[in-house]
């Protein structure tokens, strides 16, 4: 996955994935009758919404990039813009309430109301939230498109850093391996961005920050969803509106509402155009995901998402006319072969224990986060 608004699907994705009570509100469960369908009519959906995820999530990393750092705008508030699409997001998801509660009843859409107790619960995860967006955003202002997946690539480093010290979770030899692979392709990246001279450490900064920040997201979320009665559609609104208020004082301090008075753009249909095409996008993006990792599994939707950053990344290349060594490649390709080694043998693990009654729970530990 890709882009600022992407990440903020990791509550979806995890929720989808586990079994926490958490799947999407808008995935209707078909159960039987979908696995009953015709076999070219269950291919046709897939392809359909496979294509759908790699549309939105591309044309979403795109988007962002044109906001965050382009030329011809001249914007420099990334917090506003992100601001921008956590209202939006809060929005659509209060509007789609309200207007479930005025048609036929549709108990998947609980209504939504602001409950300030319910707020301050939330409050921890929304702080790892703004992080996490934020570190995303910036990464992708300082880093090219083609660089972006190669920057932020140690999310499953973290994830089995984090599993080990605070969940007290080990892993085995082939993901560590696989993850080691993850690592030498990121810094491989990271040289051959210097020998080009196109390396922004500051945009290595955020990147990293911003998958530890993914990765503590995932854990903070399982903690929290129990206040909102497992409701990811509950979660997804509160943890925006709490960001939207916690923007405004950074974004003073950063001094971006004095960089939005003088922006020439400000009253350009173009622009707000842009901006609310953006955070739809975002939007649409958990909803894309759900149904991807519905229609397929967990493991087929992370495959997807790997071969999506590849596709992504000779993208970017073909579009901004870069040229790149053969060692650049090399690294794009250790951090997709290494991501896509490492979520073959967490499946192959999961199989394992749901297959075998007799695994002993130490041994389920293994299967990490």
């Known amino acids: 996955m890709s882009g600022a608004q992407l990440t903020r699907t990791g509550i979806l994705r995890m929720a989808l994935g586990g079994g926490d009570g958490g799947a999407d509100p808008l995935l209707a469960a078909e159960g039987g009758e979908e696995r009953r369908a015709p076999f070219l009519l269950r291919a046709l959906r897939i392809a359909v919404v496979v294509c759908l995820y790699w549309f939105t999530s591309i044309a979403m990393v795109f988007l962002n990039k044109y906001l965050l750092d382009s030329p011809s705008l001249r914007l420099n508030a990334p917090l506003f813009v992100t601001f921008f699409q956590c209202a939006l997001t809060a929005a659509l998801c209060l509007g789609l309430s309200l207007g479930a509660a005025c ?31 934020t570190s995303n955003n910036l990464c992708l202002k300082h880093v090219g498109v083609a660089f972006y997946n190669v920057g932020r690539s140690l999310t499953t480093v973290f994830n089995v850093l984090l599993s080990y010290v605070l969940l007290k979770q080990t892993t085995s030899l082939y993901a560590l391996l696989a993850c080691g692979v993850i690592i030498g392709g990121f810094w491989l990246g990271v040289d051959q961005e210097g020998a080009e001279g196109t390396l922004s450490w500051t945009g290595i900064f955020f990147g990293i920050l911003a998958s530890l920040c993914v990765s503590l ?23 925006n509106v709490n960001a ?34 953006g955070g739809v996008f975002g939007f649409a993006i958990g909803y894309v995901t759900g149904l991807q990792i519905k229609f397929t599994s967990p493991l087929t939707h992370n495959v997807s998402g790997t071969a999506k950053a590849c596709a992504q990344t000779v993208l970017a290349v073909i579009y901004f006319e870069e040229t790149k060594s053969f060692l650049w490649w090399t690294s794009n390709l250790m951090v997709l072969g290494g991501s896509f080694a490492y979520t073959w043998v967490k499946g192959l693990e999961m199989r394992k224990v749901q297959e075998d009654p007799n695994v002993k729970s130490s041994e389920r530990n293994e299967t990490g986060v």
């Open 244 to 277: 939207c208020v916690l923007f405004f004082p950074l974004m003073m301090l950063l001094g971006e509402f004095r960089t939005l008075y003088y922006f020439d753009k400000l009253g350009s249909p173009s622009f707000w155009g842009m901006m609310t095409l």
């Open 217 to 239: 997201n995932a854990i903070y979320t399982k903690k929290v969803l129990p206040v909102v009665d497992g409701s990811i559609w509950r979660l997804t609104f509160y943890n």
């Open 103 to 133: 048609g036929p009843p549709c108990p998947s859409l609980p209504a939504l109301r602001l409950d300030p107790k319910v707020s301050r619960s939330v409050l921890p995860l929304s702080v790892v939230f703004i992080g996490m967006v």
